[in-house]
């Protein structure tokens, strides 16, 4: 049966220009298929690091432009592009001059 998430009830996390907020995860659907963060940086923000032992991610641009650093790597971000992520693969992700919002997806949502 289908399921709507009021916003305000969603988890949220905020810290030093970055907003993180769950959309999906086990508790929140009974399965741990998928774990969907829509993730927001104010100008001139860099996100924590996130790993996803043994999970496939992929990360879809909502707006704005901005940069993730993978490894040792840097890729592009622009509105509407999708970056591929790896098991494994340590990223985190920097804006300069404009805000950034993404989805970073995990599948298996396993315990990220």
């Known amino acids: 049966m289908p399921t709507i998430f009021d916003p305000k009830d ?7 220009g970055v907003k993180i907020a769950t959309l999906a995860n086990q508790a929140m659907l009974g399965t741990d298929a998928l774990q969907v963060k829509r993730i927001t940086l104010n100008a001139n923000s860099k996100s924590e690091s996130f790993d996803a032992e043994n999970m ?3 990360v879809y641009v909502i707006s704005g432009t901005g940069q993730a650093q993978v490894e040792k790597e840097s890729f592009p971000l622009e ?7 790896e098991k494994n693969d340590v990223c985190h992700f920097e804006t300069e001059a404009n805000e950034l919002e993404l989805l970073l997806c995990y599948a ?3 315990k990220k």
Not at 79 to 85: N, R
């Open 79 to 85: 509105a509407e592009s999708v970056l591929w992520l």
């Open 56 to 58: 496939e991610r992929f």
């Open 108 to 110: 298996p949502a396993g």
């Open 10 to 16: 969603l988890p949220m996390d905020e810290k030093t």
